[in-house]
């Protein structure tokens, strides 16, 4: 990506006059513009359960991402495999309906910036009806503080939570998004993330759902080096966990944490940071996460549906309104953080899954199979995306929900990237289990095992050997760590595991073959 170049990709007009079919001034019976944090939390002041630490806490009637009701407007943009279209016409219709509405509606219109750096910043603009001020009061938090507010934005999102119809839908060329009949924060968050991550994929770079951290460790000479990581997973399988861990490291070894979400990264590797904020889940949150925790309990926190006592005790163990209990907490009260938000470069790209059964705990991939299970995006569904569905397995492409246009555009780009940078590293990371089948739950891999996985890899200390049946490496010796209970082959008869290794390729070259245009490459790694 050149210089400024995501910013000057023009918005695309409608034929014929000139005139976008979407994006349009917005007009309302009352417009509040930018309203300070206290404003916004006075507003929401009837909805706020006020926790002992002086928090505020609020409850939603949705509680997670609706996915089967989110579509791409038909016009420029191409679909991709496992994207719902809807027709420019269907679009322009409800978007009549909603700027008709607006014009009777009192509106809080909140203007963000996107990232920091000088090539890549995005001004966001939020219009959504007042009396669900706790949406904007949490995003607000998310993003840095426009410096031009009045100026033109480049992202614009419409939420009107009261709407009697539950839709989503994404102009990308108009940059405009619609969020209708949801009171979700996740969907104002998550919506100038998906037409940024679009921008950026236009503009030559990649949009990555991918947490990053530096990690200054020593290597095997005993010099200091550091690592730059970006980790990639769906929402509750340890992505932001891992992302916030101090992986144990005592001075002069480090940790310096960037980003819990997306990523945008160029050509060269470099990785643009895009929040001030991060969005984490709060499900069993204790003391023994420490970095979470602390930042958990800050006066700055807002807490979304998670259980608050009427004394304002947190209880992070309860999961009665929900197991999808969110945080939004400041990375200035991370531990760990510093006024860096981009990575120089993502010397090291950790792929996280969830299996139970025959994937190990850690595998280091070639450029093809990095972009192999990229696109596999193996893990387990949790509360976040589907409820219903928690627990089963699933496949997301880059573990990404919010990918427009085709998928395998981004699986070649990825396998681009890392063939012109052979620096960078790919790695599959498990944080489920081994073992499990036949009544048995098999080993849990815990997070300290993960960690210490992830600190060892950026020092360059763990022995490799080839696996016979996936060809990736597999560790022979990682300091610190017993691998014993982790051989996935040891729990198994040679039948058992024939099996299963040969249903997973099954499944795997299965997935994979849904995307036209994946490069020969990528599909014949598995």
């Known amino acids: 990506m050149q210089k400024n170049n995501v910013l000057k990709v023009p918005i695309k007009c409608e034929k014929g006059d000139g005139m976008l079919s979407l994006r349009r001034p917005v007009e309302a019976g009352e417009m509040l513009i930018n309203p300070s944090y206290d404003r916004l939390r006075e507003i929401a002041g009837n909805e706020e359960k006020t926790t002992v630490y002086g928090s505020p806490g609020y409850i939603s009637k949705v509680r997670n991402r ?16 496992d994207q719902q279209g809807i027709s420019l016409e269907k679009a322009r219709s409800v978007a009549d309906s909603v700027y008709a509405y607006l014009k009777q509606a009192q509106l809080i219109r909140m203007d963000r910036q996107m990232g920091t750096h000088a090539d890549f910043k995005l001004h966001c603009r939020l219009y959504i009806t007042a009396k669900y001020a706790r949406i904007p009061l949490k995003w607000r938090q998310m993003l840095f503080e426009s410096p031009d507010p009045e100026g033109d934005p480049d992202l ?29 924060f996740g969907e104002a968050k998550k919506s100038f993330l998906r037409m940024a991550m679009y921008l950026c994929k236009k503009a030559g770079g990649l949009g ?73 889940k709060t499900e069993g949150l204790d003391e023994s996460q420490a970095v979470l925790y602390h930042a958990a309990i800050s006066p700055t926190a807002i807490f979304e549906n998670v259980m608050i006592t009427e004394n304002g005790q947190v209880q992070f163990d309860n999961a009665d309104l929900t197991s999808n209990g969110r945080g939004v907490i400041l990375r200035s009260k991370v531990e760990n953080t510093d006024g860096e938000i981009d990575l120089k470069k993502a010397d090291r790209i950790i792929f996280i899954t969830r299996r139970n059964d025959i994937v190990p705990p850690v595998a280091k991939l070639t450029p093809r199979q990095g972009a192999a ?49 052979p620096d960078m590293e790919c790695y599959l990371l498990n944080t489920g289990s081994v073992g499990a089948g036949n009544g048995s739950p098999g080993t849990k891999i815990t997070i300290g095992v993960s960690t210490g996985i992830l600190r060892e890899i950026s020092r360059g200390s763990i022995s490799w050997k080839t696996d016979p049946d996936w060809g990736y490496l597999v560790p022979e010796e990682i300091p610190g760590i017993d691998l014993k209970p982790y051989s996935p082959e040891l729990y198994y008869t040679p039948g058992e595991y024939r099996q299963l290794v040969d249903n997973l390729r099954q499944e795997r070259v299965q997935w994979l073959g849904k995307y036209p245009g994946l490069k020969k490459e990528i599909l014949q790694t598995v």
């Not at 009107?160 to 949801?182: A, D, M, N, S, V």
């Not at 891992?242 to 997306?262: C, K």
């Not at 990264?265 to 470099?270: A, L, T, V, W």
């Not at 893990?379 to 246009?405: L, Q």
Request: charge should be negative.
């Open 66 to 81: 609706s996915a089967k009701f989110t579509y791409i407007v038909e016009d420029g943009a191409p679909l991709g495999v």
């Open 156 to 184: 614009i999102s419409i939420y009107i939570p009261e709407w009697p119809e539950k839709i989503i839908f994404c102009h990308p060329e108009e940059r405009i998004t619609f969020i209708l009949g949801t009171d979700y």
């Open 208 to 280: 990555l759902h991918a947490g990053s951290k530096l990690l200054r460790v020593r290597n095997g000479s005993g010099d200091i080096r550091e690592t730059g990581v970006i980790m990639f997973g769906l929402s509750g399988t340890g992505k932001t966990t891992l992302t916030m861990h101090n992986h144990g490291l005592a001075s002069p070894e480090t940790v310096f944490i960037r980003q819990d979400d997306v990523v945008m990264m160029r050509p060269d590797g470099y990785c643009y940071g895009t929040e001030n904020g991060f969005y984490i």
């Open 373 to 421: 299970y990229f696109m596999l995006g193996e893990s387990i569904e949790t509360s976040a995306g589907d409820p219903t569905m928690a627990g089963h397995s699933k496949r997301e492409v880059g573990t990404n929900p919010f990918i427009v246009g085709p998928e395998a555009e981004e699986g070649n780009r990825l396998l681009d990237i890392l063939n012109n940078n």
